[in-house]
């Protein structure tokens, strides 16, 4: 079984902050790899936002992900799924010589409750939670909380969790890294015109993609 890692986000754009949870991810949980998913589109996600096009950030995600087991994908475009819990239900359909485990921050924990079948979600497949300063407290307030605490593993065991029945959750603990993709829109709100479309093979689905 390989042991794959799956940190799916809109990434507008992709940063360092990124990477080092990924890195940090693949450590501490023993992954053969990581699929960065870059989402078409976040049904959460307020539709104010200025959405790169997928393609520029599918670069920013290719570039963080350069000399590390991290596969940048948009996986989600070819299997026309918008939630999370569709996703998360045909890839462990498709692969079943892989096992998975959903990467969150906290912050996303703190809204998890707001996810189409959540609860669902928790019991298709290990979810580790990666802690983020300023939101650690709403995470564990949440509704989501209430219900999955119950389910929480010790840190010190994240490295079995493809023995782990789910609903399983872990929580990761290290040093964050400050960026973040708000300000990196703020400072620079046309970034994605450097980056480029350059057509390549998706490493996970092999079909072409700018």
Do not use: C
Not at 47 to 71: E, G, N, T, Y
Not at 194 to 202: A, E, G, L, Q, T
């Amino acid at each position: 079984m390989q042991r794959t890692g799956l940190l799916g986000g809109s990434f507008n754009p992709a940063h360092g902050g990124h990477r080092r949870i990924a890195l940090g991810a693949i450590a501490m949980l023993r992954l053969d790899e990581l699929w960065m998913m870059v989402s078409p589109g976040n049904p959460l996600k307020d539709a104010a936002v200025d959405m790169a096009p997928l393609a520029a950030r599918m670069a920013s995600a290719r570039r963080i992900a350069r000399h590390a087991p991290i596969k940048v994908t948009a996986i989600e475009r070819n299997l026309h799924t918008r939630y999370t819990v569709e996703t998360l239900a045909s890839l462990v359909r498709r692969y079943p010589k892989r096992r998975f485990i959903w990467l969150m921050g906290a912050d996303n924990l703190a809204d998890f409750h707001r996810w189409r079948q959540w609860r669902k979600i928790a019991m298709t497949v290990p979810i580790a939670v990666i802690a983020r300063p300023g939101y650690n407290g709403a995470a564990r307030t949440g509704p989501a909380w209430a219900w999955l605490r119950r389910f929480v593993r010790p840190e010190s065991q994240a490295q079995r969790w493809t023995n782990w029945r789910p609903p399983a959750l872990v929580l990761l603990r290290f040093v964050p890294d400050p960026a973040s993709a708000t300000r990196i829109r703020r400072g620079n709100p046309g970034w994605h015109v450097s980056h480029n479309p350059i057509v390549r093979r998706d490493p996970v689905t092999r079909r072409l993609i700018a």
